[in-house]
T-cell receptor, first 110, second 112 residues
Framework: DVKVTQSSRYLVKRTGEKVFLECVQD?????MFWYRQDPGLGLRLIYF???????EKGDIPEGYSVSREKKERFSLILESASTNQTSMYLC?????????FGPGTRLLVL | QKEVEQNSGPLSVPEGAIASLNCTYS??????FFWYRQYSGKSPELIMS????GDKEDGRFTAQLNKASQYVSLLIRDSQPSDSATYLC????????????FGRGTSLIVHP
């Protein structure tokens, strides 16, 4: 059974804090993605990765960075959290052309 | 700029009716089409994929693709209250790596 896990379901952080969101998949998938989802705006791609140490910018990379040191783990980093980064963050990995999503992390930046 | 358009809804149908969800896309090179279902507070899950013109049926779900008109639709027969969710359309270009473009989703409400 496909499994994508995310480190936290809910997270509350202060403005200016460095925030780490982790995603782990146990399916040996090469491609992994980070999205944010906001009401009325749908899913927006932040970064994706094709392989270990490979990363590509998505549509809204500003204010974010990523790290992929191991194939199964893809981390999203908010270098200095801001209130406009309050959102639902979804990680996904792909098998063929099907995306498998993690449960999501709802982040609140105060 | 690749675009995938969906009516945000909500689309409200009575239990037992057919729900029809539509999606249009701008890029003629698109080759793969997907419907994801997302319950409130949950993450999206794939329910249908379609690659060729015509219909594809899976239980109560039918995906329809018309590449000439650049639209893809999802029909849900015998709608149930448990089908109430947001349905996301996703489109993928052929060749190269897989990076889907998602629509903003259509909210479906099935009332008893």
């Amino acid at each position: 059974d496909v499994k994508v896990t995310q480190s936290s379901r809910y997270l509350v952080k202060r403005t200016g804090e460095k925030v780490f969101l982790e995603c782990v998949q146990d399916m040996d998938h090469e491609n992994m993605f980070w999205y944010r989802q906001d009401p009325g705006l749908g899913l927006r791609l932040i970064y994706f990765s094709y392989d270990v140490k490979m990363k590509e910018k998505g549509d809204i990379p500003e204010g974010y960075s990523v790290s992929r040191e191991k194939k199964e783990r893809f981390s999203l980093i908010l270098e200095s959290a801001s209130t406009n980064q309050t959102s639902m963050y979804l990680c996904a990995s792909t098998l063929g052309e099907t995306q498998y999503f993690g449960p999501g992390t709802r982040l609140l930046v105060l | 700029q690749k675009e995938v358009e969906q009516n945000s809804g909500p689309l409200s149908v009575p239990e037992g009716a057919i729900a029809s969800l539509n999606c249009t896309y701008s890029d003629r090179g698109s080759q793969s089409f997907f419907w994801y279902r997302q319950y409130s507070g949950k993450s999206p899950e794939l329910i249908m994929s379609i690659y060729s013109n015509g219909d594809k049926e899976d239980g109560r779900f039918t995906a329809q693709l018309n590449k000439a008109s650049q639209y893809v639709s999802l029909l849900i027969r015998d709608s149930q209250p448990s089908d109430s969710a947001t349905y996301l359309c996703a489109v993928n270009l052929s060749g190269g790596s897989y990076i889907p473009t998602f629509g903003r989703g259509t909210s479906l409400i099935v009332h008893p």
